[in-house]
């Protein structure tokens, strides 16, 4: 192993272990409070341009899985842990951490105080890092020079439309840096699902003629979105459900006045306690998210607040009130962590069917 | 011999969409009263009253229809009689409201028109809706549901058992093949 620095803009450099790529990477530093996952975490789209800080002490220890990943090619910046795993590849293949992030050029860092990181990070919020060989002043300048892309969505969102074909319920789901996790779930539900770039319009979705369209999970800011997005989504609300998960959330409140803001320290974990206001219930669900939206700036004779943050409370869940279409920040479709909220795909195709009929 | 076709997830699920859909349908829930058929109809109507209170703040009126001869091991539409359903236990008004009508199984369709016959004697809502959990076809009056739970194809040889927490313990929908 070789000695290699986490740098941040403020000036502070941790000394550690490389592991993975021995590239220099430059990304905003996050954090994960995640107890398990980590594959399904680094495969995230939405980590696209960070850096992960697992507070989970010791990751790498089941391995690669074939079940769990949530992209084909992973656009993390880079990982940080405490301890990597030794132990490291499981039964089902020959593969570990360190391999994976080797294949897919993205830098690793053991050894790090990751519980005096993170209390530093939420003191400081999200912050831009490096992971380099040496933390000299010609790395500090170089990250201070570095300007992060907010082209993210348009970076990992699929160029081409691609079928995931089945037969049934037929979905349009529009890939903002899709989460596997929620084709996985519609094929489950015997959907048929095209995918179509984040810039598809309205009139390409409907040519399509689907059944109901989700609105995926993705990198970035909603802001960044050009105003074009919003259209389309509010044209498609009225005409057919729709289903929006994380930044898809963010952009469909924005499409109804909902006010959005950049949340002072991002939120990454498993283990969210959210309440889901019609029954009452406490339910629990893995949150990535870096915007949120505020309850007092819900129009309440446009939409519905359906899902409340208990820790924080912020609306995790809108519903419109005219028409069909809802919307979680959270990650319904788990992957990783509880499934308490899995059965919202459920209710959406149940909505679908209860249209065809 | 019972198949379970809904469970209790799926029908947590049915009554929240369709107090969403009522919601929609409405445009809020101004003016907006439920009325349930005895029994289990009642249940399934004060559990959409509940979800609304939580989402909108509000307590909506919840009356209970009677039905009579009404005996849990009978289907409500017996071939031989129409069912008679009375409002005598409703103590708020219809008049100009919006109702809301709720039963566990749409069939024949006699007792909804029986109960359409007990409220429009109460007065004269603004409008009557009908929100059903199991649509299971064999109309024989020009009825339709405007909020179905789910739709169940049914033969005429089996018969459809809905479950309720408040009284069977258990939340379920079964086909009972006689």
């Known amino acids: ?357 | 011999m019972a198949k379970a076709v809904v469970d209790a997830m799926a029908m947590q699920r049915a009554l929240t969409r369709i107090t969403y859909e009522i919601i929609e349908h409405n445009k809020g829930i101004d003016d907006l009263v439920i009325l349930g058929v005895k029994t289990r109809g009642f249940y399934l109507a004060q559990r959409i009253a509940n979800r609304l209170k939580q989402l909108e703040g509000t307590e909506i009126p919840v009356g209970e229809l009677d039905i009579s001869m009404y005996r849990d091991d009978i289907e409500h539409d017996s071939k031989e009689t129409d069912p008679k359903v009375t409002a005598e236990n409703v103590d708020f008004s219809v008049e100009g409201k919006k109702v809301i009508l709720v039963d566990d199984v749409l069939y024949t369709g006699r007792t909804i028109r029986a109960a359409l016959s007990a409220i429009i004697d109460m007065g004269r809502p603004e409008s009557i809706n009908l929100a059903i959990l199991v649509d299971r076809g064999h109309r024989e009056l020009p009825i339709r549901a405007d909020f179905v739970g789910k739709n169940i194809p049914s033969s005429q040889k089996e018969r459809i058992r809905v479950s309720v927490e408040e009284i069977d313990g258990r939340d379920a929908v079964d086909i009972i093949h006689k």
């Open chain 1, 1 to 357: 192993m070789t000695e290699r620095y986490l740098i941040l803009e403020d000036g502070s450099a941790f000394k550690g272990e490389g592991f993975g790529s021995g590239a220099t990477t430059t990304g905003q530093v996050v954090f994960n409070t995640s107890m398990t996952g980590y594959q399904q975490i680094v495969t995230n789209q939405i980590y696209h341009n960070q850096i992960i800080v697992f507070s989970q002490p010791t990751i790498g220890s089941t391995g690669i899985t074939h079940d769990s990943y949530e992209s084909i090619l992973p656009t993390a910046k880079g990982m940080v842990v405490r301890d990597l795993a030794s132990i490291s590849k499981n039964r089902h293949r020959r593969l570990s951490l360190d391999e994976f992030l080797k294949q897919n050029n993205i830098p690793g860092i053991s050894g790090i105080d990751t519980r005096y990181l993170i209390r530093k990070l939420r003191q400081t919020g999200t912050i831009k890092g490096s992971i380099v060989d040496v933390a000299d002043d010609h790395a500090f300048d170089q990250l201070n020079a570095t300007v992060l892309t907010n082209q993210q969505v348009a970076q990992v969102s699929t160029p081409k439309p691609y079928p995931n074909p089945n037969t049934g319920r037929n979905v349009v789901v529009v890939d903002f840096g899709l989460k596997n996790g929620i084709l996985r779930q519609l094929s489950k539900r015997n959907c048929n699902v095209t995918v179509l770039p984040w810039s598809a319009t309205a009139e390409e979705i409907s040519n399509l003629d689907p059944d109901g369209v989700i609105l995926s999970t993705g990198p970035g800011s909603p802001f960044d979105m050009p105003n074009s997005v919003l259209e389309m989504i509010q044209d498609i609300q009225s005409k057919m459900p729709l289903f929006a998960i994380g930044l898809g959330h963010e952009l469909f409140a924005l499409a109804n006045n909902a006010e959005v803001t950049e949340m002072a320290s991002e939120h990454h974990g498993a283990n969210h306690p959210i309440r889901r206001i019609i029954t009452n219930q406490v339910i629990f669900a893995a949150e990535g998210q870096g915007y949120a939206i505020d309850p007092k700036s819900v129009d309440r004779d446009q939409l519905i607040i359906t899902h409340i943050d208990l820790i924080n409370g912020t609306v995790q869940g809108l519903r419109h009130r005219d028409y069909p279409a809802f919307s979680v920040q959270f990650f319904p479709d788990a992957a990783p962590g509880p499934d308490d909220a899995i059965d919202i795909f459920d209710e959406f195709v149940e909505i679908l069917d209860g249209n065809r009929e």
